[in-house]
């Protein structure tokens, strides 16, 4: 803390005590508060920052550490052994249920998920991950966009076309075919790279607002989260995510330029991906009327991050000859904008005319537990994270149809923050873990055997 009105320290810290490690000016031991800062009682580093007291009239000198090069190797190690362990359970149960259902007679036909003409994979570990939506930006990275599309096997049905599909995963799968590996070789790499690289990063964050103990369990439910198959095929959470954890990363560490880049990123992964904008609008706005302070680097994540959608829908555009070919794509695959009202009842609706649909009663009970997770444990994260957590939900529940929610919900990372905090007790994880790995391989066995999308 320093003087009101000075640049000089205080001569006591009464409230928090923070020492200044050997090595110079700025090498500080910081204790995180509600949002993430470090309250230090040191000479401002780089990046520091200042928050007035409004009632006291006390200054607060923040700063946002990085962590030691020992403590980002032992998270390194964690993540790559959450990966290892969370992917046993996930492709283990894909690839066992594959070659069961392979036995079947009454296996369903998926002839209609091959409309761009590739033939299905032919190998045992191919054939189990790559499913549903991972044809689609497989399609995009060997042939590019086309508007005109393909019809559906319904006839009469909207035409669905590719357009639909963002474009930072198929520029990715092009850049790591280059390898020289096939193009869907490369995407599952790439894919499980990503993933480590998200689970490394989710780690820093989540210590940064919690123990280590919790950070380390929420990371392993996050990996084991019932849809995180995907994360393992080719499909656009991978970049989403990545985007996202490094944005907030570098957020809470001032660096303006690399934030907003990778929220850039997130945005050309997935339209959900500007859900970060609001969660930084806030933070600048808090930073603006409470510490009346210029958050330089939230004003370069507004300016960046809407880049990735903006140009992609340009791009839609010159392909196409229409602005709106996005918005018109999205009618092949059923779903238009929407109150989030309107999704719920109707698969409601249809779910008690036909109690046989077992999707639907997957996706209403995806959407009860995330509303009810939302109501007990929001309040125990940060704020930003809060308005993250809220936009994704809207997001993912104002449309014509709930196809896709249990996926969009659980790359809601802040979620799993408070889980791991609640499961401090051996009792409780290991309640929370075998609950979640049981329902993560049975998710994978329904989805790779084409029972259920997410």
Request: hydrophobic share 50%; net charge positive.
């Amino acid at each position: 803390r320093i003087d009101p009105g000075t640049e000089r320290p205080a001569a006591a810290c009464p409230a928090r005590r923070c020492d200044v490690e050997a090595g110079g000016s700025g090498s500080l031991s910081p204790q995180s508060g509600d949002d993430g800062l470090a309250t230090t009682a040191a000479t401002p580093a780089r990046g520091a920052a200042r928050h007035r007291d409004t009632a006291s009239g006390e200054v607060t000198l923040t700063t946002r550490a990085s962590p030691s090069g020992g403590q980002a190797r032992r998270d390194l190690g964690w993540a790559a052994l959450v990966l290892a362990v969370s992917r046993l359970v996930v492709i283990g149960g894909a690839v066992l249920a594959r070659q069961i259902s392979s036995l079947r007679r009454d296996f369903p036909s998926p002839d209609h998920i091959y409309w761009h003409g590739h033939a299905p994979p032919t190998d045992w570990i191919r054939d189990a991950l790559l499913k549903w939506d991972a044809f689609w930006f497989l399609h995009v990275a060997r042939d590019g966009y086309v508007w005109t599309g393909v019809p559906t096997h319904a006839a009469g049905a909207a035409r669905e076309t590719n357009l639909t599909v963002f474009p930072a995963l198929p520029l990715a799968l092009r850049a790591f075919g280059a390898l020289g590996l096939p193009v869907d070789v490369a995407g599952l790499v790439f894919s499980h790279v990503v993933l480590l690289l998200v689970l490394w990063g989710m780690l820093t964050l989540f210590r940064r607002h919690s123990d280590e103990a919790s950070a380390r369990r929420a990371v392993l439910y996050f990996a084991l989260f019932p849809t995180s198959i995907v994360y393992s095929s080719i499909y656009a959470e991978g970049p989403l995510l990545l985007g996202w954890v490094a944005c907030l990363l570098w957020f809470e560490r001032e660096r303006g330029v690399a934030s907003g880049l990778a929220a850039m990123v997130a945005s050309a992964s997935r339209v959900t991906g500007l859900a970060i904008l609001p969660a930084v609008a806030w933070r600048l706005a808090q930073r603006a009327f409470v510490d009346r302070q210029v958050d330089r680097t939230a004003i370069a994540i507004l300016l960046l991050a809407p880049l990735g959608v903006l140009v992609f829908l340009a791009f839609t555009w010159s392909v196409s000859g229409s602005p709106t070919a996005y918005f018109e794509s999205q009618a092949g695959w059923h779903k238009a904008l929407a109150p989030p009202w309107v999704a719920i009842n109707r698969a409601l609706s249809l779910a008690i005319e036909n109690p046989s649909w077992y999707r639907l009663w997957m996706q209403l009970g995806a959407v009860t537990v995330a509303l009810a997770w939302t109501v007990v444990a929001i309040r125990r994260v940060p704020a930003t994270w809060r308005v993250l957590w809220v936009t994704g939900l809207l997001h993912a529940l104002c449309a014509t149809s709930l196809l896709g929610f249990p996926r969009y919900a659980g790359a809601l990372f802040p979620m799993f923050l408070p889980l791991g905090a609640w499961a401090a007790t051996r009792g409780r994880h290991w309640l929370v873990s075998l609950l979640l790995a049981a329902a993560a391989a049975l998710a994978a066995a329904a989805w790779t055997n084409w029972y259920v999308s997410f």
